[in-house]
């Protein structure tokens, strides 16, 4: 496919993807400051394709969001052309389907093949790839013909040159945008098996980066090739990014760890004072809700040596991320912006709620109830009520029609019985308890029991009973269990979903 956007790779300075920092208001934040380009922090593939995708309203962000409603990946208009969105994956399939999960709202896609860690190594991704070319050729490939963003990749260098050199020209005829490559070595182990039984030897940030290495790389590949892992020895201001970047022969720098204390490394007019740049970090973290312990994990990179002042004690004692905002002398910051962001939140409520009156269906019978399960016995719930209840009358089973609200990502469901449609007036976290909802509707408009146990004597359970008896009985006589699939009993339902995550 050809590649429809500007985003481009030579004279560079790039945030690196780094854990737990590179979330979106770091990103926002050297953006600011100078930085060209900004990579998300890895995000594992089988985590991200459970996520949905959702327009935040409120913060006018998209968030892909985690069945247990954590965000996993946000991201907004303000980087939509400049953030990179890395991966770690180790199968071509699943690494296509989260780029183009994501592919619209980022501008390009990166693999993460350099990541020495055990929890990304042991399960084939990160470094580990580095063993296995005709696997990176494969997630590579696919990915460049799959989608119409640029990709690239993230490497370290192997033990020798030779074989980096051969591996990155590898690479190259897959047709990337660029390679990123960290300066330090990854030993790769033939045998996987010792590979997961033994400590791997990786270079750490206090070994010297091989600029040599980075050059012949660099020298070797026309794709534009990007120097990372230069804050321990090269860069320690602006200017020596540059340096860095010759030493190298590099077209573009890529920055941790120096990014990390001080993003304003990126400003070509030199560092702005610590104090103006954790504020600045901290009105983005509250501008998009960010989740209080990143934020003072970041905090905390910043303040270094700072960490056993008062202030650094206070910020380790926060639990909240009002407490920050104190820390730091912006509480009156926290409340404007929060208050701001309650109205708001307020007004897209009332519009939603008079567009869902205009648009209301008049022959809905609706009620406002909610599906508590506590109030019912095990297994057993109005949804079975109502399909046994349709059965015994001779109706078509139910069918439930469930919607999700965009702004605060709540479900309600409309289930139609018999021509006739019910739904509770109330919006629930789950789509199963919606669904629960619009039954106990149905079944409390026509009088039919809905399984309670104030009810008393409960048929269904009755009617489970004498089906395990049945069944223990054919088992002890020695006749065949196996039952088509048509004849299986009705009223078995997974509960374990209606256990809603809180929020």
């Known amino acids: 496919m050809t590649v429809n956007t500007p985003l481009c790779f030579r004279g560079k300075k790039i945030l690196a993807p780094m854990v737990r920092v590179g979330t979106l208001p770091m990103r926002l934040l050297a953006l600011d400051y100078g930085a060209d380009i900004v990579y998300c922090e890895e995000l594992i593939d089988i985590k991200m394709l459970q996520c949905k995708r959702v327009i935040n309203e409120v913060l006018e962000t998209v968030d892909f969001v985690a069945p247990n409603e954590r965000i996993v990946f946000r991201t907004c208009e303000r980087e939509r052309e400049h953030v990179v969105f890395q991966m770690g994956s180790a199968d071509a399939e699943r690494a296509l389907a989260v780029a183009k999960l994501v592919e619209n709202d980022v501008a390009g896609i990166d693999i993460n093949m350099g990541c020495p860690k055990e929890y990304s190594t042991k399960a084939g991704m990160g470094a580990a790839l580095l063993s296995d070319p005709e696997k990176i050729e494969s997630i590579l490939t696919t990915l460049v013909k799959g989608i119409c963003k640029p990709v690239t990749c993230k490497i370290r260098i192997l033990p020798s040159v030779e074989d980096t050199v051969n591996l990155v020209k590898r690479i190259e005829k897959t047709g990337i945008a660029a390679i990123a490559v960290h300066g330090r070595k990854f030993l790769v182990l033939s045998c996987l098996f010792v590979c997961l039984l033994e400590r791997k030897k990786e270079e750490r940030p206090q070994h010297p980066v091989h600029c040599d290495v980075i050059k012949a790389i660099s020298e070797a590949v026309s794709i534009p090739v990007i120097a990372n892992g230069g804050s321990h020895d090269f860069i320690k201001e602006h200017a020596d990014i540059e340096t860095f970047q010759k030493a190298t022969a590099a077209s573009s720098v890529m920055i941790a760890r120096a990014a990390m204390w001080n993003p304003s490394i990126f400003r070509k007019e030199g560092f702005c004072p610590l104090k103006d740049v954790m504020q600045d970090y901290i009105k983005y973290a509250v501008r998009y809700d960010n989740h209080y312990t990143n934020t003072k994990y970041c905090l905390c990179q910043m303040l270094r040596e700072q960490l056993e002042t008062t202030q650094g004690k206070r910020l380790h004692a926060a639990q909240t991320t009002q407490e920050i905002c104190e820390v730091f002398e912006m509480g009156d910051f926290y409340e404007e912006t929060t208050a701001v962001f309650e109205a708001k939140k307020t007004s897209l409520e ?35 009520y109502l399909l046994e209840w349709c059965r015994k009358e001779k109706h078509p089973q139910p069918v439930y029609e469930t919607v999700q609200r965009p702004l605060d990502r709540l479900f309600c469901s409309v289930v139609t019985v018999a021509e006739q449609k019910y739904r509770s007036t109330l919006w629930d976290k789950s789509k199963k308890l919606a669904e629960q909802a619009a039954a106990i509707v149905c079944l409390r408009t026509l009088g039919v029991p809905e399984g309670k146990l104030c009810e008393g004597e409960n048929h269904l359970i009755n009617k489970r009973k004498r089906g395990d008896q049945e069944r223990l009985i054919s088992r002890d006589h020695g006749e065949d269990l196996a039952e088509p699939s048509h004849k299986k009993a009705n009223f078995i339902e997974e509960t374990s979903d209606l256990d809603v995550p809180k929020m």
């Open 350 to 384: 009332t519009k939603m709620q008079d567009e869902d009156d205009q648009m209301e269906d008049p022959d809905v019978i609706k009620m406002a109830v909610r599906f508590d399960k506590r109030e019912y016995p095990p297994q057993i719930t109005p949804k079975m």
